[in-house]
C-alpha cells in the first residue's frame, strides 16, 4: 500500500466516522420467540496441539519440544434460530487475516450455514501457533526464518474442525433456559500501563510476569475483576457454561513446553467436574491486562493462578439461576479500521529482508505486512453478537484493551454483556485513542489508526442496540 493510498484511506475513513456511517455492513440475524420449537446446542472439542518443532507465538520464541497439557478448541453449534450458529474457542495465540476466515468457514461448512455466523476467538496462550497465512508465505520466500504457520498441519486441524462439527450435530441437545452469574477473580489481573512519567507516556510495562518489585508494587491499574458465565440450560440440567475473564492468560511461556496455561486448565478443572455439560473460557479485552502484579514468572505460581480463576468460575456459577429462553438474535457488523500512517509496506519488506534483524523484527513485520495487503483486499474485520432474552455475547478481534469492554457493559445498560476479544488478530493491538500519545509497547504493534476507536465502538452500539 503505497503512502498515497493509505493517505486516501484514512481521509475515507474518518470522513466515515465524522458523518456517521462507519460501518460499513451490518446483518441481523433472525429473531426467534420464545416459543416454537426448540432450540439445540450441539458441543464439540478437538485438539489443537502443534506438532513437535512448530513455532511458537510467531517464531520468535522457543518451538514447541514437548507437550504438558493438549491445546484444544472447545465450542458449540446453536441450532433453532435461524441457519445454525457457531462459537469457538482456541487454545493459541492467535488466528489472523485469511486463516481467520479459513476457520469459520470450515466451522460453517460443517454447521450447514455461512461464515457470517460463525465466531472464532483464541484464548492467547503464547506457547501456541499465531496462524496467519499470508505472514507465513512472506518468511517462508525469505527462506533463512523459522516459519510461523505449518500450513499441512493448519489443513489437518480444520478438518478435524469439520469432522467435530459433524460429529456434534449427530448428539445436539435441547436447551430451553439460559442463566448468567458473575465471580470476582482475586489477585490475577493487573494493567500492565501503570508505569509512567509526568506527562503520561509509559515508562515501563508489567507483562504476563514481573520481577520487578517497585513495578509489581504499584496498585492493580484499571482492570475488569469480575469474570461473566452464561449458562445453557434443559430444563434444571445445564448443558454448557461459558466462561469470560479478560487477562493475558500466561504465567510463563517461551519454554517450548505447549500448556493451556492457567485459563485452559481452570477451564479443564471445571470441566472434569462437570463432565456433562460443556464449559468454554474466552478471554475477554486483555490488551493492556495480564497477572503481572501477582505472577514472578516461577513455574510454582501457575497452580495458583489457575486456582484462582478456578475459584472465580465457581463463584459466578454459583449465581446462575436458569430463566426461559426469550428472543435470539445473530447480528454482525463489517468494518475496516484505517492503518497506521507510520506503516510503510515498503520499509515493512526491507526489515524483512534484512538478515542482519533479530527474528523477531523479521517475523512480526510480515504480520504488519499481511495486514496491509489484507486491506488492499478490503476483506473487512466481522464483529458479532449473540443476543438472547437480556443476555449479549459480543464477539471482537485482536488484542482490544479493557476500555472497550467495560464500555460494552455501559453502552448495553442493563443487559448482561460478556465480551471475547482475541477473534481475527489481523489489527494485533487495539489501544483507545487516548492511549495511542502515550506510547509503550502495545501502541508500538497497534495496526490501527486511533480512528479505529469511534469505528469500533459504533460497531459495539449496533451490536448491542436494542
Same mark, same amino acid.
Given at each position: 500500500?503505497?503512502?498515497?493510498t493509505r493517505r486516501e484511506f484514512l481521509k475515507r475513513s474518518v470522513l466515515a466516522t465524522a458523518a456517521g456511517w462507519t460501518l460499513f455492513g451490518t446483518a441481523a440475524g433472525e429473531e426467534r420467540p420464545g416459543v416454537g420449537g426448540p432450540l439445540h446446542l450441539a458441543p464439540f472439542r478437538f485438539d489443537v496441539t502443534p506438532p513437535i518443532g512448530h513455532s511458537c507465538c510467531g517464531g520468535w520464541i522457543k518451538p514447541i519440544e514437548a507437550v504438558d497439557d493438549p491445546l484444544e478448541a472447545v465450542g458449540f453449534v446453536l441450532l433453532g434460530a435461524g441457519p445454525p450458529i457457531v462459537l469457538c474457542a482456541v487454545?493459541?495465540?492467535?488466528? $489472523?487475516?485469511?486463516?481467520?476466515?479459513?476457520? +469459520?468457514t470450515a466451522l460453517a461448512e460443517a454447521a450447514g450455514t455461512t461464515a457470517e455466523r460463525v465466531a472464532v476467538q483464541c484464548v492467547h496462550q503464547h506457547n501456541a501457533p499465531f496462524a496467519c497465512i499470508e505472514a507465513e508465505r512472506i518468511v517462508a520466500a525469505q527462506g533463512d526464518l523459522p516459519h510461523i504457520l505449518d500450513l499441512d498441519f493448519h489443513r489437518r486441524t480444520l478438518q478435524q474442525a469439520r469432522q467435530a462439527v459433524k460429529d456434534a450435530l449427530a448428539n445436539s441437545r435441547r436447551i430451553t433456559h439460559v442463566a448468567t452469574g458473575r465471580g470476582k477473580v482475586e489477585q490475577v489481573a493487573s494493567n500492565r +500501563?501503570? $508505569? +509512567?512519567d509526568e506527562s503520561g507516556r509509559i515508562t515501563a510495562m508489567r507483562g504476563s510476569s514481573c520481577k520487578d518489585p517497585e513495578l509489581r508494587a504499584l496498585p492493580e491499574g484499571l482492570i475488569d475483576p469480575w469474570l461473566r458465565t452464561v449458562a445453557f440450560y434443559d430444563g434444571t440440567r445445564k448443558v454448557a457454561a461459558c466462561h469470560y475473564y479478560a487477562t493475558h492468560p500466561m504465567s510463563y511461556y517461551a519454554d517450548g513446553r505447549a500448556s493451556s496455561d492457567f485459563a485452559g486448565l481452570a477451564r479443564k478443572r471445571r470441566q472434569a467436574d462437570e463432565p456433562d455439560c460443556l464449559h468454554v473460557y474466552f478471554t475477554g479485552c486483555a490488551g493492556n491486562i495480564a497477572a503481572g502484579k501477582y505472577n514472578d514468572g516461577s513455574k510454582e505460581l501457575r497452580p495458583v493462578l489457575t486456582s484462582r480463576v478456578y475459584e472465580g468460575i465457581v463463584r459466578s456459577e454459583a449465581e446462575l439461576q436458569p430463566v426461559e429462553i426469550g428472543k435470539v438474535k445473530w447480528r454482525t457488523v463489517e468494518l475496516l479500521p484505517p492503518p497506521r500512517d507510520t506503516l510503510s509496506a515498503e520499509t515493512l519488506a526491507a526489515a524483512i529482508a534484512n538478515k542482519q534483524n533479530a527474528v523477531v523484527a523479521r517475523n512480526r513485520p510480515s504480520y504488519m505486512l499481511s495486514w496491509l495487503r489484507r486491506l488492499e483486499r478490503r476483506q473487512p474485520i466481522v464483529l458479532s453478537s449473540l443476543s438472547i432474552g437480556g443476555v449479549s455475547l459480543l464477539h471482537l478481534p485482536a488484542e482490544c484493551f479493557v476500555e472497550y469492554q467495560l464500555r460494552a457493559q455501559d453502552i448495553g445498560g442493563d443487559r448482561f454483556v460478556a465480551t471475547a476479544a482475541y477473534g481475527d488478530g489481523g489489527p494485533w493491538y487495539i489501544p483507545v485513542k487516548e492511549e495511542y500519545p502515550a506510547g509503550g509497547y502495545e501502541v508500538s504493534v497497534a495496526f490501527c489508526d486511533p480512528a479505529v476507536d469511534g469505528l469500533l465502538t459504533a460497531g459495539m452500539r449496533e451490536l448491542l442496540g436494542s
Amino acid at each position: 500500500m503505497t503512502q498515497h493510498t493509505r493517505r486516501e484511506f484514512l481521509k475515507r475513513s474518518v470522513l466515515a466516522t465524522a458523518a456517521g456511517w462507519t460501518l460499513f455492513g451490518t446483518a441481523a440475524g433472525e429473531e426467534r420467540p420464545g416459543v416454537g420449537g426448540p432450540l439445540h446446542l450441539a458441543p464439540f472439542r478437538f485438539d489443537v496441539t502443534p506438532p513437535i518443532g512448530h513455532s511458537c507465538c510467531g517464531g520468535w520464541i522457543k518451538p514447541i519440544e514437548a507437550v504438558d497439557d493438549p491445546l484444544e478448541a472447545v465450542g458449540f453449534v446453536l441450532l433453532g434460530a435461524g441457519p445454525p450458529i457457531v462459537l469457538c474457542a482456541v487454545d493459541w495465540t492467535g488466528i $489472523s487475516n485469511e486463516a481467520h476466515l479459513e476457520w +469459520r468457514t470450515a466451522l460453517a461448512e460443517a454447521a450447514g450455514t455461512t461464515a457470517e455466523r460463525v465466531a472464532v476467538q483464541c484464548v492467547h496462550q503464547h506457547n501456541a501457533p499465531f496462524a496467519c497465512i499470508e505472514a507465513e508465505r512472506i518468511v517462508a520466500a525469505q527462506g533463512d526464518l523459522p516459519h510461523i504457520l505449518d500450513l499441512d498441519f493448519h489443513r489437518r486441524t480444520l478438518q478435524q474442525a469439520r469432522q467435530a462439527v459433524k460429529d456434534a450435530l449427530a448428539n445436539s441437545r435441547r436447551i430451553t433456559h439460559v442463566a448468567t452469574g458473575r465471580g470476582k477473580v482475586e489477585q490475577v489481573a493487573s494493567n500492565r +500501563r501503570v $508505569s +509512567r512519567d509526568e506527562s503520561g507516556r509509559i515508562t515501563a510495562m508489567r507483562g504476563s510476569s514481573c520481577k520487578d518489585p517497585e513495578l509489581r508494587a504499584l496498585p492493580e491499574g484499571l482492570i475488569d475483576p469480575w469474570l461473566r458465565t452464561v449458562a445453557f440450560y434443559d430444563g434444571t440440567r445445564k448443558v454448557a457454561a461459558c466462561h469470560y475473564y479478560a487477562t493475558h492468560p500466561m504465567s510463563y511461556y517461551a519454554d517450548g513446553r505447549a500448556s493451556s496455561d492457567f485459563a485452559g486448565l481452570a477451564r479443564k478443572r471445571r470441566q472434569a467436574d462437570e463432565p456433562d455439560c460443556l464449559h468454554v473460557y474466552f478471554t475477554g479485552c486483555a490488551g493492556n491486562i495480564a497477572a503481572g502484579k501477582y505472577n514472578d514468572g516461577s513455574k510454582e505460581l501457575r497452580p495458583v493462578l489457575t486456582s484462582r480463576v478456578y475459584e472465580g468460575i465457581v463463584r459466578s456459577e454459583a449465581e446462575l439461576q436458569p430463566v426461559e429462553i426469550g428472543k435470539v438474535k445473530w447480528r454482525t457488523v463489517e468494518l475496516l479500521p484505517p492503518p497506521r500512517d507510520t506503516l510503510s509496506a515498503e520499509t515493512l519488506a526491507a526489515a524483512i529482508a534484512n538478515k542482519q534483524n533479530a527474528v523477531v523484527a523479521r517475523n512480526r513485520p510480515s504480520y504488519m505486512l499481511s495486514w496491509l495487503r489484507r486491506l488492499e483486499r478490503r476483506q473487512p474485520i466481522v464483529l458479532s453478537s449473540l443476543s438472547i432474552g437480556g443476555v449479549s455475547l459480543l464477539h471482537l478481534p485482536a488484542e482490544c484493551f479493557v476500555e472497550y469492554q467495560l464500555r460494552a457493559q455501559d453502552i448495553g445498560g442493563d443487559r448482561f454483556v460478556a465480551t471475547a476479544a482475541y477473534g481475527d488478530g489481523g489489527p494485533w493491538y487495539i489501544p483507545v485513542k487516548e492511549e495511542y500519545p502515550a506510547g509503550g509497547y502495545e501502541v508500538s504493534v497497534a495496526f490501527c489508526d486511533p480512528a479505529v476507536d469511534g469505528l469500533l465502538t459504533a460497531g459495539m452500539r449496533e451490536l448491542l442496540g436494542s
